[in-house]
């Protein structure tokens, strides 16, 4: 692999979530699994969280935003769960962007953020994970998943990976048993609009026969707005004509541009409901 796509790799895999069931990976495991000494692992990592913290100074620049971040509903010592798929996974995630921006700004607070996201889940592999989610006794849990129940396997007209009726019976289920396990309270976010066009001309989803199309996405956009807690809408975020470039060459994963602009949207609408 070239050093570009070890970065990405770094950037969206994470063996140590999807293989927790060994007991815990260290750097110099992980870091074989690249290719690389355990000290370029951790540079590389260390380059993702030095990134997603100045994307949170970025956006505190903003007074109105700053503000906005003091009214989030989170108390001091609550615990924030992250639930989702790549776009969450990312190391640049919305997620861990709202990491830094709270460290930054309301430090004394002692707010955790844990990020329990595994690139390539789909709502089914997500309730397999459900009974860990107590484990970590959350308070919140903001919850991003449908994209790859999207996913269509040969073309535009292939099967999707999960059906429509199946991802509404995921999601359900995922927060019905939840609801069973915690008292957290749940926010939904949901999936992130693609660029069909980049999609269709990105080679390695040509040679594995994978798409989406936004009426899937749409979708299932449809059924977790219709959930009954707290949702964040994606779309209208990042479909803005603001000439920033929210999405990368895949045409499927956030840039960290578009990651920012999700940040945001979920920090509206959170200090909207405080």
Not at 114 to 141: I, K
Not at 195 to 221: C, H, K, M, S
Request: net charge negative; charged share 25%; proline share 5%.
């Amino acid at each position: 692999m070239n050093a570009a796509m070890t970065e990405r790799l770094i950037r969206f895999q994470h063996p140590e979530k999807a293989l927790g069931y060994l007991g815990g990976l260290d750097a110099d495991r992980i870091a074989a699994l690249y290719g690389l000494d355990a000290g370029s692992y951790r540079r590389v990592r260390q380059e993702h969280e030095e990134q997603a913290r100045r994307a949170a100074t970025d956006l505190l620049d903003d007074p109105e935003f700053a503000e906005k971040v003091d009214r989030l509903p989170f108390a001091p010592d609550q615990r924030v769960v992250a639930v989702g798929e790549s776009t969450t996974d990312d190391l640049l995630s919305w997620f861990e962007i709202l990491r830094h921006v709270i460290d930054l700004r309301r430090p004394a607070d002692g707010i955790t953020l844990t990020n329990t996201a595994v690139s390539g889940h789909t709502t089914t592999q997500a309730l397999t994970l459900l009974p860990g989610l107590s484990f970590h006794r959350p308070d919140w849990v903001l919850c991003m998943l449908g994209g790859n129940d999207a996913q269509r396997l040969g073309s535009v007209d292939g099967p999707t990976l999960v059906s429509v009726a199946e991802t509404e019976r995921n999601l359900r289920a995922l927060r019905d048993l939840a609801a069973k396990r915690t008292a957290a309270r749940w926010v939904w976010i949901t999936p992130s609009p693609v660029d069909e066009a980049r999609l269709a001309a990105y080679q390695p989803f040509q040679r594995a026969g994978l798409t989406w199309t936004n009426r899937d996405v749409d979708a299932i956009r449809q059924i977790v707005n219709a959930q009954p807690d707290l949702t964040v809408d994606s779309h209208p975020a990042l479909t803005r004509q603001t000439g920033e470039e929210f999405l990368l060459d895949d045409g499927i994963h956030l840039s960290l541009a578009g990651q920012q602009a999700l940040t945001a949207a979920v920090v509206d609408a959170l200090s909207d409901k405080s």
